[in-house]
């Protein structure tokens, strides 16, 4: 797309993110409508989707952690932007060990009782002890950060306390995992995200990014048949396969974010720039 066209510049790194996620959305609609039972365990516990999140857990994880590293070693402000980056990767690496349960099925080791006792799965983690209040909480922050993107954009604001704003298409690859829910739990983020996106093709188009529109456009039909298939197929859907993959999903769009943030010139040393 003409660059022109955009309110905030596109990188490479987020077009694939959206496009990726577009294409692992309609390939799991395909699974699902052929062989229900295929895409059940391919979201099962230590299954090729589990284990993609945890890759891009880390791998976030570590861009951030590194840039963080680096900005704190120059001075001012950089430095306070540095240390957030760096508890952030942190963050990230934290919920990468917390993705496979620190290892505990690869090496073999027993859940300890007491905490077998409180975590809904008998775990060695903490985000079980409470896994919906988690997932719902996740939910809404990932809804609630792509409206202030959306925000973002309408006030044609690059920066937001110093940090580059994510650009449409990291913005509405985060809309697409709010609108794809089960059908029997679809909750105030999934309307959220859906109200987000028509707000997103309106305000583009009306405001003549008609070649930017095409991206709200896309996920907005893409809502549409998730939708329509999650509710259809209700019955062979299983209720933990949709988080699944959005866990999978949402650290690789979190890891093209990371590189914008990584990359942003501000932050660089000088011999590094």
Not at 39 to 50: K, Q, R, T
Not at 61 to 80: C, D, E, M, N, Q
Not at 246 to 270: G, K, V
């Amino acid at each position: 797309m003409n660059s022109a066209d955009h309110i905030v510049p596109s990188t490479k790194w987020s077009q694939i993110a959206f496009w990726t996620t577009v294409a692992v959305l309609v390939l799991s609609s395909v699974i699902l409508v052929l062989n229900p039972s295929l895409l059940e365990i391919l979201a099962w516990e230590d299954g090729p989707v589990e284990y993609s999140g945890f890759i891009f857990l880390a791998l976030t994880g570590f861009i951030l952690a590194r840039a963080g590293y680096r900005a704190t070693r120059l001075p001012g402000y950089h430095r306070l932007k540095g240390m957030v980056l760096l508890f952030a990767g942190l963050g990230f690496l934290l919920a990468a060990g917390e993705e496979i349960s620190w290892g505990q099925r690869l090496i073999g080791f027993e859940t300890p009782e007491p905490l077998a006792k409180v975590n809904e799965q008998q775990e060695f983690n903490l985000h079980n002890m409470e896994k919906g209040l988690v997932d719902h909480s996740v939910r809404y922050g990932i809804a609630l950060f792509a409206v202030a993107g959306l925000i973002f954009h309408a006030t044609q604001s690059r920066r937001f306390l110093g940090f580059r704003t994510p650009d449409l298409y990291l913005v509405h690859a985060f809309l697409l995992l709010g609108v794809y829910q089960n059908f029997q739990a679809i909750d105030k983020p999934f309307y959220i995200s859906a109200i987000a996106l028509l707000f997103s093709l309106l305000y583009l188009y009306t405001k003549g990014h008609r070649r930017s529109a095409a991206i709200p456009a896309v996920a907005i039909l893409l809502g549409c048949l998730l939708t329509f298939l999650n509710w259809s197929f209700q019955a062979s859907l299983g209720i933990n396969t949709p988080p699944e993959i959005r866990e999978a999903l949402f650290p690789m769009i979190c890891s093209a974010y990371a590189l914008w943030l990584a990359s942003d010139p501000e932050d660089q040393l000088p011999q590094e720039s």
